[in-house]
């Protein structure tokens, strides 16, 4: 779920600061994300996050587009492992994956750049949080 001025359906750009949730149907179990949209949105394709959009139609949820819409977590084998065409359908999955992968890709290129001894033109990108306390706090 999506709140804030846009409808939980669509998203109208410049966005400030959102608040991503679970789906109504669904009990939260940690606080709600607050997303720095407007800052993503500078620096970040829309296509990286929203890859379905085809660059003319209304960006839709995704809990809502029939792309990350399974409310139940997927259960895992005796492997210990969840099928992962089923895990990216589960809404968890699609924001964890997207958002702490990005976030750590940063953490490795600006470790990468820092080995490297590099003159930097520009200052590194500060890489997003990846810890659920950092993303999801105590209310």
């Known amino acids: ?3 804030g001025q846009e409808t939980e359906d669509e998203m109208i750009v410049p966005m ?3 608040v991503i949730g679970p789906p109504e149907s669904v009990e939260p179990k940690r606080s709600s994300v607050d997303f720095p ?3 993503h949105f500078a620096s970040v394709d829309c296509r990286t996050c929203h890859h379905t959009w085809q660059g003319t139609e209304i960006i839709k949820s995704c809990s809502t587009s029939d792309c990350h819409d399974v409310m139940v977590s997927p259960t895992k084998s005796e492997q210990g492992r969840a099928n992962p065409d089923l895990a990216i359908l589960y809404y ?6 997207m958002c ?3 976030h750590k890709e940063i953490r490795i290129q600006n470790k990468q750049l820092e080995i490297s001894f590099k003159e930097l033109k520009e200052t590194l990108t500060i890489p997003g949080p990846t810890g ?6 105590k209310e």
């Open 100 to 102: 702490i992968g990005c």
């Open 132 to 137: 659920c306390i950092q993303c999801h706090p």
């Open 92 to 97: 968890k999955t699609g924001y964890h994956q």
């Open 1 to 3: 779920m999506v709140v």
């Open 37 to 39: 949209h407007s800052r």
């Open 16 to 18: 400030g600061n959102i």
